[in-house]
């Protein structure tokens, strides 16, 4: 007997196929982008207005008539250019961002470097425990940085600190963290400590993609594990360095919580010490925020610029090793 024919989304099975009606492919080609409204929406909310209430805000100053007392004495005004101008000119913020560059060019090395080498350590077969010692270092990134800052903060005061009666009961010297030269070691050890797990995973996520017959065959040609390491792991790994390169700059030149929490305990941080301290000191201790605003945009114009240009250049150069 004769199974009865089953029915399909267009009509019988077996039966010639029915072209969908232009109603329902309109409608099928449409459903993505309402599916694309709800991001949207927070997107231009949350994001694209602030950062063009920002840039408005930077065009604008406040003119004062007399006294400034009464209604109508203190207007807003047109400015152009001049709070560009005069944050470019900025002694502060100039000095806050060489302090930041020195800062960056501690953290960025060392974060990365150990990120990559803790990832090759766990990639090894001989390693034990890798779950445990894998959630170990990533834990410190799971910190909120306030909460950390405030910790390694107790941790440098003299006062407090049980490095420093250690140190004393030892008869060694105890170094002050929080004051001159040493400070830049002291911030750029909370932000390594926080930053090297969220690295490592990148990077370790990297190498467990890579494909174990590229292990065997480097073995069957006698490579040692440095050089598979060296030669293998590290060149097949570079899009991940890049990437966790690129989030480090800029990380870096946005630098707050560390400094801010620390300034506190020390005199040695002003309330200019990087960029973003000296746009939230105009903004909310001296009530400009034009001026901050103009200062935001030159900062985050900066931080596109170097990230759009090392993108760029790592783009070339693997062009390059493509082409060859």
Same mark, same amino acid.
């Given at each position: 007997?004769?199974?009865?024919?089953?029915?399909?989304?267009?009509?019988?099975?077996?039966?010639?196929?029915?072209?969908?009606?232009?109603?329902?492919?309109?409608?099928?080609?449409?459903?993505?982008?309402?599916?694309?409204?709800?991001?949207?929406?927070?997107?231009?909310?949350?994001?694209?207005?602030?950062?063009?209430?920002?840039?408005?805000?930077?065009?604008?100053?406040?003119?004062?008539?007399?006294?400034?007392?009464?209604?109508?004495?203190?207007?807003? #005004?047109?400015?152009? !250019?001049?709070?560009?101008?005069?944050? *470019?000119? +900025?002694?502060?913020? %100039?000095?806050? /961002? &060489?302090?930041?560059?020195?800062?960056?060019?501690?953290?960025?090395?060392?974060?990365?470097?150990?990120?990559?080498?803790?990832?090759?350590?766990?990639?090894?077969?001989?390693?034990?425990?890798?779950?445990?010692?894998?959630?170990?270092?990533?834990?410190?990134?799971?910190?909120?940085?306030?909460?950390?800052?405030?910790?390694?903060?107790?941790?440098?005061?003299?006062?407090?600190?049980?490095?420093?009666? #250690?140190?004393?009961? !030892?008869?060694?010297?105890?170094?002050? *963290?929080? +004051?001159?030269?040493? %400070?830049?070691? /002291? &911030?750029?050890?909370?932000?390594?400590?926080?930053?090297?797990?969220?690295?490592?995973?990148?990077?370790?996520?990297?190498?467990?993609?890579?494909?174990?017959?590229?292990?065997?065959?480097?073995?069957?040609?006698?490579?040692?594990?440095?050089?598979?390491?060296?030669?293998?792991?590290?060149?097949?790994?570079?899009?991940?360095?890049?990437?966790?390169?690129?989030?480090?700059?800029?990380?870096?030149?946005? #630098?707050?919580?560390?400094?801010?929490?620390?300034?506190?305990?020390?005199?040695?941080?002003?309330?200019?010490?990087?960029? &973003?301290?000296?746009?939230?000191?105009?903004?909310?201790?001296?009530?400009?925020?034009?001026?901050?605003?103009?200062?935001?945009?030159?900062?985050?114009?900066?931080?596109?610029?170097?990230?759009?240009?090392?993108?760029?250049?790592?783009?070339?150069?693997?062009?390059?090793?493509?082409?060859?």
């Amino acid at each position: 007997m004769k199974s009865p024919a089953r029915r399909t989304s267009y009509g019988v099975e077996g039966a010639p196929y029915a072209h969908p009606s232009p109603t329902a492919l309109e409608r099928a080609r449409s459903a993505p982008y309402f599916f694309l409204i709800p991001a949207s929406l927070l997107f231009l909310l949350f994001f694209a207005l602030p950062i063009g209430y920002a840039v408005w805000l930077s065009f604008r100053k406040v003119r004062v008539s007399g006294l400034g007392l009464g209604a109508g004495a203190r207007e807003e #005004v047109w400015a152009g !250019l001049e709070n560009y101008t005069g944050a *470019l000119s +900025d002694s502060e913020l %100039l000095g806050g /961002a &060489l302090r930041v560059l020195g800062y960056g060019c501690i953290v960025v090395p060392v974060m990365l470097g150990l990120a990559l080498l803790f990832a090759l350590m766990l990639d090894s077969e001989k390693v034990r425990l890798t779950p445990f010692t894998r959630l170990a270092i990533f834990l410190p990134y799971a910190i909120p940085g306030v909460v950390a800052a405030l910790l390694w903060g107790f941790l440098y005061l003299p006062d407090v600190s049980p490095f420093h009666f #250690v140190l004393d009961r !030892l008869g060694l010297p105890q170094p002050d *963290l929080l +004051d001159g030269g040493p %400070l830049y070691l /002291a &911030l750029s050890n909370i932000a390594v400590w926080g930053g090297t797990g969220f690295n490592m995973i990148v990077i370790y996520t990297a190498l467990r993609a890579i494909p174990a017959e590229v292990y065997e065959a480097a073995r069957l040609d006698g490579a040692t594990p440095l050089q598979i390491a060296l030669r293998i792991k590290i060149p097949m790994v570079a899009p991940s360095l890049v990437l966790t390169f690129f989030f480090s700059i800029i990380a870096t030149l946005q #630098v707050f919580n560390e400094p801010t929490t620390l300034k506190p305990l020390t005199n040695s941080v002003s309330t200019t010490w990087s960029p &973003l301290m000296k746009v939230y000191q105009d903004a909310f201790g001296n009530g400009d925020i034009h001026a901050a605003a103009a200062q935001a945009t030159l900062i985050a114009l900066a931080t596109l610029v170097l990230s759009f240009g090392f993108l760029r250049a790592a783009n070339r150069r693997n062009k390059q090793e493509a082409a060859r």
